[in-house]
């Protein structure tokens, strides 16, 4: 049997192993004490693990990437859901297509059952194994206590993540190593992330508050959920499906998003529900929370407002500029990483083929909502599946 060294432990790492681990000695190399760190942060709001929306309209949250678009075929929502009811975690369909496990299973027990596996099928586990680079014939270099030892097993499998959430140990810390082999990588930067806007005390006083059922929209994106007040901004599941739209305009220069309070309604309706209503009944009438007029006055010049006369068109667009993105550490996903011209169709790198990546820490970007463990577990799956091949 010939070995397999997998290094990183989360989603990517873990599902590799469990395909090879049928045909391979299989080792896991992982920098922390445990395994899966990040995934059971992800699954601290409720585990959202695939999606089930179906062909060209799942594939485009992915954007054109052909690879990527590979691996999604190979191994789908389908497939991922039969994976995980073959563990023992049989998952439901719930809001806006999101797959979730089985009610009452927990995080902690998706991972036990992968982990299970991988002991029934003998993978060797070591924790505390660092990757710190590579040796002259591009062997990973691993410290561990203190002291560095060479992996040398035929092929290598990288997974070793993003940069958000430093402390699950996703830190993109390892971007120089694979410089120093000649491997491009582009800077880490937030994805499905909350927005930076500068927001008056009127409007910071509803902070937590959520405002529900709008619509978010930036350059040709737009989406509709939820967008929560923060401290900083907006954030919430509204608001990361645009944040690619808001980097590219800050990119150029300047980014603002629209946001519809009534996206139900159209102009014209609102218009026929404001006309019999005193002035100070207007909001009422319509049925805006408070955060949402907050947002409304401060976002609509002074003299428009008082005026009131283009107010429907006002509630359906309220443009609020954007000064930045919230930093990566509190991003719940990464774009950047290793340039995705440098990996061949099969998940190996171009220029070292004994080397596969896959996972968050290659430069693919998708919103929430379960798209991004399903391009994990994807990529992960065709990494094994090509190096089961050799
Ligand atoms: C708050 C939050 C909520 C989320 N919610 C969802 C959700 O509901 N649905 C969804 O689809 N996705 C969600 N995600 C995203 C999802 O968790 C990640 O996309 C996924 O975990 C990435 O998997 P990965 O295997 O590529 O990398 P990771 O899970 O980041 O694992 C990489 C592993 O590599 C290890 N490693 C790194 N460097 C080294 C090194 N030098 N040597 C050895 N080991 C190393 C790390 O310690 C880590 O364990 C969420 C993320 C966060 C932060």
Redesign the pocket.
């Known amino acids: 049997m010939s070995s397999v060294a997998i290094?990183?432990?989360?989603?990517?790492?873990?599902i590799a192993a469990e395909q090879l681990a049928t045909t391979h000695e299989v080792h896991v190399?992982?920098?922390?004490r445990t395994?899966?760190?990040?995934?059971l942060?992800?699954?601290?709001?409720?585990?959202?693990?695939?999606n089930s929306a179906e062909g060209e309209e799942f594939l485009q949250e992915y954007g054109p990437t052909p690879w990527m678009r590979r691996a999604l075929e190979a191994f789908g929502p389908t497939e991922l859901r039969a994976w995980l009811a073959g563990l023992g975690v049989p998952t439901y369909v719930g809001s806006s297509r999101r797959v979730f496990p089985e009610r009452g299973i927990k995080p902690a027990e998706v991972l036990k059952g992968i982990t299970e596996r991988l002991k029934q099928k003998g993978v060797v586990v070591h924790t505390d194994?660092?990757?710190?680079g590579f040796d002259d014939e591009v062997r990973p270099i691993?410290e561990h206590a203190g002291k560095r030892s060479v992996i040398d097993a035929k092929s290598v499998l990288f997974?070793?993540?993003?940069a958000?959430?430093p402390k699950?140990?996703?830190?993109g810390?390892?971007t120089e190593h694979f410089e120093s082999i000649g491997v491009n990588t582009v800077p880490f930067r937030a994805s499905n992330c909350g927005v930076e806007v500068d927001l008056s005390d009127a409007i910071r006083v509803h902070a937590g508050k959520p405002l529900k059922n709008i619509g978010v929209s930036c350059g040709e994106r737009s989406v509709r959920g939820e967008v929560t007040i923060t401290d900083h901004g907006l954030e919430g599941n509204a608001i990361y499906p645009v944040v690619p739209s808001v980097r590219e305009a800050l990119d150029a220069g300047a980014a603002e998003i629209i946001i519809d309070l009534k996206p139900d309604l159209t102009a014209e309706q609102i218009d026929d529900k404001l006309k019999d209503a005193a002035w100070k009944e207007r909001m009422a009438a319509l049925r805006l929370d408070r955060p949402s007029v907050a947002l409304l006055k401060t976002f609509t010049p002074f003299e428009r407002y008082v005026d009131g006369r283009t107010m429907a068109q006002d509630v359906k667009q309220v443009r609020i500029p954007v000064t930045g993105l919230r930093p990566i550490e509190e991003?719940?996903?990464t774009v950047g990483g290793i340039a995705l011209d440098q990996i061949a169709p099969d998940g190996s790198l171009v220029m070292h083929p004994h080397l596969f990546v896959?996972?968050?820490?290659l430069d693919w970007d998708a919103p929430?909502?379960?798209?991004?463990?399903?391009g994990?577990f994807s990529t992960?799956r065709m990494a094994a599946d090509a190096i089961a091949k050799r």
Do not use: D
């Open positions: 290094i990183g432990g989360g989603p990517a790492g873990l190399y992982e920098q922390g395994l899966g760190r990040k995934f942060v992800a699954g601290e709001g409720g585990l959202n693990i695939t194994h660092c990757f710190v691993m997974a070793l993540g993003g958000s959430w699950t140990g996703s830190t810390a390892w991003a719940i996903s896959a996972g968050e820490m929430t909502g379960g798209f991004l463990l399903q994990v992960g």
